[in-house]
């Protein structure tokens, strides 16, 4: 998405691409139709069980990995967990040597 000199200076622009490639269907954006998540697919089908939260976290960190693979982060750690009959919580923590651990954190509902 960014090429390897890249840098981004405003920490809040991080939170704010996380959350893009969290909220952006893989396929869906012209400009790189690799960006976001397939974090959809589990909306097709409709329901949360036992499964659901890791195959949630695994799409998460796979949409994220390319924060890591272009030095913008050192390392994204995401969690995932059934928090309700149709819902996921989850965090996504972002780290960066030499500055606090940005820590996002949302819920995700099936329907």
Known sequence: MTGKNTRIENWAGIQELVQMSIGTDK???????????EIWKLRQE??????????????????????????????????????GKNEIAYAVTVLRPGTEPLIIKDTWNAL
């Not at 396929?27 to 998540?37: C, E, I, L, N, Q």
């Not at 659901?52 to 272009?70: K, M, R, S, V």
Request: include cysteine.
């Open 27 to 37: 396929g869906s954006w012209w400009a790189d139709p690799g960006f976001g998540s």
């Open 46 to 83: 409709g329901k949360v069980d036992n499964r659901t939260a890791g195959t949630f976290q695994q799409f998460l960190q796979d949409c994220l990995a390319w924060l890591e693979d272009e030095g913008i982060a050192g390392d994204v750690i995401c969690s995932a967990e059934r928090s």
